[in-house]
């Protein structure tokens, strides 16, 4: 079994860029919820249809649905050889489910970005423009910044809690310059070092 990551921090913290990243240097497949969830409602499926409202609005998709997607995503060959979680658990409950589904070494360690808020509604409103994505907009992304303070942060004591280790990487900097330091928090691991990309 190779390694098991999840990337937690606030909407437009760079989760997606860097485990994307990360995930083709180890070797692992990167789950993203959202990116599952997109693609749910672009191809029109029961699941999607449920989540894009809500979506939409900044909320949380309900756990039934998110767990059972990620659990079939689990299941399948690639993920036994490790995995990259990237958005999900979106909250203790979630992270319950993951581990009453996989056992305590679902995760062995968190790394958590941190970028202020300014500059996350700036990255976000930035991406908008750019991607046209229907929650990028600065209400939704007020809303979806509350939901993080109030539904996932209490992940960052609820792990330590259960004896997995939260690891606070900066997430403010060039993509390649926050990459590197993502490397140097895997350092006290017990595997060979992805190596930064060119
Ligand atoms: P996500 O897709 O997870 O969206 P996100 O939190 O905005 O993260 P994302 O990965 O897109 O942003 P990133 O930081 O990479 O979720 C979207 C919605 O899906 C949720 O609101 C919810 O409704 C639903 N959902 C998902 N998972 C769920 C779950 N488990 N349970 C319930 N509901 C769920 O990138 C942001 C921008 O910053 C990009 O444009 C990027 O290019 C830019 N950027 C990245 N790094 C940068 C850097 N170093 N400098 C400058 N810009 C940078």
């Known amino acids: 079994m190779g390694r098991r990551l999840l990337f937690l921090g606030p909407p437009g913290a760079g989760k997606g860029t860097q485990a994307a990243m990360l995930a083709r240097a180890l070797g692992v ?46 299941a399948e060959p690639d993920a036994s050889c490790g995995y990259l ?18 056992g305590d070494g679902a995760i062995e360690m968190v790394l958590l970005v941190e970028v202020d808020e300014e500059e996350l509604v700036s990255r976000l409103l930035g991406r908008a423009a750019e991607l046209g994505r229907t929650d990028d907009n600065e209400e939704t992304i007020r809303r979806r910044l509350e939901v993080y303070r109030a539904e996932t942060s209490p992940l960052v004591a609820h792990y330590p809690a259960t004896g997995i280790e939260v690891v606070a990487v900066d997430g403010i900097g060039a993509i390649d310059e926050v990459f590197a330091r993502i490397v140097v928090a895997l350092a006290g691991m017990p595997a060979p070092l992805p190596t930064v990309p060119p």
């Open 85 to 102: 979680l990237d958005g999900f658990p979106r909250n203790v409950a979630q992270a319950e489910a993951l581990a009453t589904a996989l």
């Open 29 to 74: 497949p990167h789950l993203s919820t959202g990116d599952m969830l997109r693609r749910a409602v672009t191809e029109g499926t029961a699941l999607g249809l449920r989540a894009e409202g809500i979506m939409a609005a900044g909320d949380l998709v309900p756990d039934d649905l998110v767990v059972a997607m990620v659990e079939e995503r689990l």
